[in-house]
């Protein structure tokens, strides 16, 4: 089959690889159908690289058809339309019970001390091989996969994988209720739903912030009020902005869907360069032990939040000797809550949406439809922010 491989930094090609087989009686195989490229996806192509194998297949936000089913998955049968979680779970264990799949104690990737095993990711989380390709297996399909009705485009349901329930849990992280404020840093496809799912969970106020004109210009679209980064000299001048339009004391909450792609720190941006130049086994114990994030979304986060909120973190951090402005965050009394989004325990609040109405916009989200074939050039693109690009869905 035809699949996304890494071959290494900025580097990534459409090869052909061995087909997926069923291993474990738990496993299913499905067919691809559409595939998405994820902000994630290019931590992998930068910052990451050290955590990465040549030949590791990428992706994590399939849908697709079941083809084939392992003996112990009786709720799926050839034929089904599925949505795949990006993580891989178990669903009987006691964090799966809690409703922290990404803790799944089944698959823990326990060599490297990390949670669940992940779709397409480093062999931090088990380098799984992934869903840009043309079959996928899945492990532990009695639980995973999200059965959905045929019919409706691809684009209706697909987005179950990563981009809703991610968003949903930044924003029920948050806190936001009827009534709130919340400010958005980073309007990429997390951020994007992000301001959508607020309005739609009643928030009174919401705000985007991104420097970016085309995510700007369609978060303007979509209503909502937007800050642009490269119209203030100065962080407190974007400050003062923000709380003038928030009753003078700032938001009730912060969601930094930004991560470590955060335009910030020369330091952490060299060092995370400078690991990218390592010999692969230097840089990986850098990265674990002594890695650093650019930090500049989340301390902005910090210093926008009001006294009292909370700051809710969807966008991914990867370093271990970041440094945290901890007199603020203990004197302003903030709340922080952050993880990978624990898709199962929200797909059900979140698939009741996806009904004809479309009410978070789903069927329109994607600006760029791809053949699996073009994923070198989807990268490219992404990572650039060229030719409007928000989301990119690849198909085989």
């Known amino acids: 089959m035809r699949a996304t491989v890494w071959h290494g930094k900025r580097d990534v090609r459409v090869d052909q690889v061995p087909d997926p087989v069923i291993q474990e009686p738990t496993d299913a195989v499905i067919r691809i159908t559409s595939s998405g490229l994820c902000g994630s996806d290019l931590h992998l192509y930068e910052v990451l690289t050290p955590f990465m194998t040549p030949g590791d297949i990428l992706g994590h936000e399939p849908m697709g058809i079941v083809e084939e089913t392992g003996s112990e998955v009786p709720g799926l049968s050839p034929g089904d339309r599925v949505v795949v979680p990006f993580q891989i779970a178990c669903g009987s264990c006691v964090m799966c019970g809690d409703g922290l799949p990404t803790q799944c104690e089944t698959t823990q990737v326990r060599e490297h001390g990390m949670g669940a095993q992940l779709f397409g990711y480093t062999k931090l989380y088990g380098a799984v091989p992934g869903a840009q390709a043309e079959y996928l297996r899945v492990p532990q ?97 974007l400050l003062t902005a923000v709380r003038d339009v928030t009753g003078g004391r700032g938001p009730d909450a912060v969601i930094d869907a930004v991560g470590t792609e955060a335009h910030g720190s020369p330091a952490g941006r060299l060092a995370q360069q400078a690991a990218g130049l390592m010999p692969p086994r230097w840089a990986e114990k850098l990265m674990h032990k002594a890695g650093v994030d650019r930090m500049s979304a989340l301390h902005l986060a910090i210093a926008l939040v009001r006294r009292g909120g909370t700051v809710s973190v969807s966008g991914v951090y990867g370093g271990m000797t970041d440094p945290m402005p901890m007199l603020t965050l203990f004197d302003k009394q903030i709340q922080i809550r952050m993880g990978q989004a624990n898709v199962r325990r929200w797909s059900d609040e979140i698939l009741p949406l996806l009904t004809d109405e479309d009410v978070l916009g789903v069927d329109t989200f994607a600006t760029h439809h791809l053949r699996l074939d073009q994923a070198p050039e989807a990268y490219e693109l992404f990572q650039k922010k060229a030719d409007g690009v928000l989301k990119v869905l690849l198909h085989p």
Do not use: N
């Not at 329930?165 to 994007?192: H, K």
């Not at 919401?206 to 642009?228: K, T, Y």
């Open 141 to 237: 399909a009695q639980f995973g996969p999200i059965k959905v009705p045929h019919g409706p485009s691809d684009d209706r349901f697909v987005y179950l994988s990563d981009v809703l329930p991610t968003a949903w849990q930044a924003v029920r992280y948050a806190g936001v209720e009827s009534g709130s404020s919340v400010v958005v840093l980073g309007l990429g496809p997390i951020g994007t739903m992000a301001c959508r799912v607020a309005r739609h969970l009643g928030a009174a106020q919401v705000i985007g912030i991104d420097h970016v004109p085309d995510r700007l210009e369609r978060a303007r679209r979509d209503g909502f009020d937007v800050f642009d980064l490269e119209g203030f000299d100065h962080e407190s001048d």
